[in-house]
């Protein structure tokens, strides 16, 4: 197989102590490039000629995001307030574009839309597009900015955020996309849904042990990921391939995998040991979540999703303590490498921790909430 390189930076800067999101990576101007499409953001309706693409052709989204407004919630501008109240069982849609006229070399566009949660209750984003292949990114946060719900990353026109329980309060969920700022502004939906999503419990013995020999920890590597700004997918000359372990995850079920991952020195990116898995989504799951555990905090283990053609599915990078969790959108019956990589933070002494062994639970859901 070919094995992709990832160069890429998180849209935010965040710290590991608090988790507080501190705006969009390194932005040499700080400023927003411009009015948010200039215009045609947000124009029309679902189904039309200028919103929401092929993938919606339903009803007129419940918010579009206002012609000319400034959405961008961290470089001068601030998340538009959409009215909108989310409670247990309900569903709500914004509508959008990636604008045309501005972004900066770490982002093309940034835009934040303000709700409110009236009863307590799990929610979950999920952003939807056509048309291009640039890694786009979908996460929520608290009024002052503080991330609740991680982003999700994809290359591959859906991507969602883990469903978070969310107390009475107000929230942004913020919608971005690598540069360049397309041709022209591209259309994309926002979902948020609330209710009960259910849980990915850590599953119990293993069902596939790493393979890969002590002393060979590039065998099984498949990805590298370099942190600079969104991730940038391009191929190297390694041949090295995640490792066929015949799992198939069913809908209500789940698969373990465990791992070691060692202590070596980064290679040409922005992490020690990478190890990746193939697992198969079961008939009816549409929606992988994983539960990745290991019994050290200074480790920060990041998980990625790729698809067979080497498309970016979904991510969990959470910076935080075990356990690391993530939600990937799947179709049922595809085949997809589950990627864990131990970050290079050498220089506060994390790698004296390694090697480390890792239990990573993946479970299937027909998606939504119940």
């Known amino acids: 197989m070919r094995r992709w390189l990832l160069s890429s930076v998180l849209l935010a800067s965040c710290t590991g102590g608090t988790m507080s999101d501190a705006g969009l990576g390194p932005d040499a101007t700080g400023v927003d490039a411009g009015t948010d499409g200039g215009g045609v953001d947000g124009g029309g309706t679902d189904g039309g000629a200028t919103d929401a693409g092929p993938y919606d052709a339903g009803p007129p989204a419940d918010f579009a995001e206002p012609p000319g407004d400034d959405t961008?919630?961290?470089?001068?501008?601030?998340?538009?307030?959409?009215?909108?109240?989310?409670?247990?069982?309900?569903?709500?849609?914004?509508?959008?574009?990636?604008?045309?006229?501005g972004g900066s070399d770490a982002w093309a566009d940034s835009d934040g839309y303000r709700f409110r949660v009236?009863?307590?209750?799990?929610?979950?984003?999920?952003?939807?597009?056509?048309?291009?292949?640039?890694?786009?990114?979908?996460?929520?946060?608290?009024?002052?900015?503080?991330?609740?719900?991680?982003?999700?990353?994809?290359?591959?026109?859906?991507?969602?955020?883990?469903?978070?329980?969310?107390?009475?309060?107000?929230?942004?969920?913020?919608?971005?996309?690598?540069?360049?700022?397309?041709?022209?502004?591209?259309?994309?939906?926002?979902?948020?849904?609330?209710?009960?999503?259910?849980?990915?419990?850590?599953?119990?013995?293993?069902?596939?042990?790493?393979?890969?020999?002590?002393?060979?920890?590039?065998?099984?590597?498949?990805?590298s990921v370099d942190w600079?700004?969104?991730?940038?997918?391009?191929?190297?000359?390694a041949v090295d391939a995640a490792e066929a372990t015949g799992l198939t995850v069913e809908a209500g079920g789940s698969r373990v995998i465990e791992g070691t991952s060692d202590r070596t020195a980064p290679d040409a990116d922005s992490y020690l040991d990478r190890d990746a898995y193939e697992i198969t989504a079961g008939?009816?799951?549409?929606?992988?979540?994983?539960?990745?555990?290991?019994?050290?905090?200074?480790?920060?283990?990041?998980?990625?999703?790729?698809?067979?053609?080497?498309?970016?599915?979904?991510?969990?990078?959470?910076?935080?303590?075990s356990p690391e969790v993530a939600s990937i959108p799947v179709v049922p019956g595809q085949t997809y490498r589950l990627w864990i990589g131990a970050r290079d933070e050498r220089a506060i002494g994390a790698d004296g921790a390694l090697p480390l062994t890792y239990r990573a639970t993946v479970c299937g859901f027909v998606g939504g909430a119940r």
């Not at 961008?72 to 604008?99: C, V």
């Not at 999700?152 to 955020?161: K, V, Y």
């Not at 919608?175 to 360049?180: D, G, I, Q, S």
């Not at 600079?228 to 000359?237: D, N």
């Open 118 to 223: 009236t009863t307590e209750t799990q929610v979950q984003a999920t952003l939807e597009w056509t048309g291009s292949s640039a890694v786009h990114s979908i996460a929520i946060h608290r009024a002052d900015r503080h991330l609740v719900a991680w982003w999700g990353m994809s290359t591959e026109g859906r991507s969602i955020t883990h469903p978070v329980t969310l107390p009475v309060g107000d929230y942004f969920v913020h919608v971005a996309a690598a540069p360049p700022a397309p041709a022209s502004p591209r259309p994309y939906r926002v979902t948020l849904s609330a209710g009960d999503f259910g849980a990915c419990a850590s599953g119990a013995g293993g069902d596939h042990a790493e393979l890969e020999a002590p002393g060979s920890v590039r065998d099984n590597d498949a990805f």
């Open 283 to 321: 008939a009816g799951v549409t929606e992988l979540r994983v539960l990745l555990e290991h019994a050290v905090s200074d480790v920060n283990l990041d998980v990625m999703v790729f698809s067979a053609s080497d498309g970016l599915v979904g991510t969990g990078v959470e910076v935080g303590d």
């Open 72 to 101: 961008d919630p961290f470089t001068g501008g601030a998340p538009t307030d959409t009215g909108l109240e989310l409670a247990p069982g309900d569903t709500r849609t914004l509508s959008g574009t990636i604008a045309s006229d």
């Open 228 to 237: 600079y700004a969104f991730p940038r997918l391009g191929a190297t000359s």
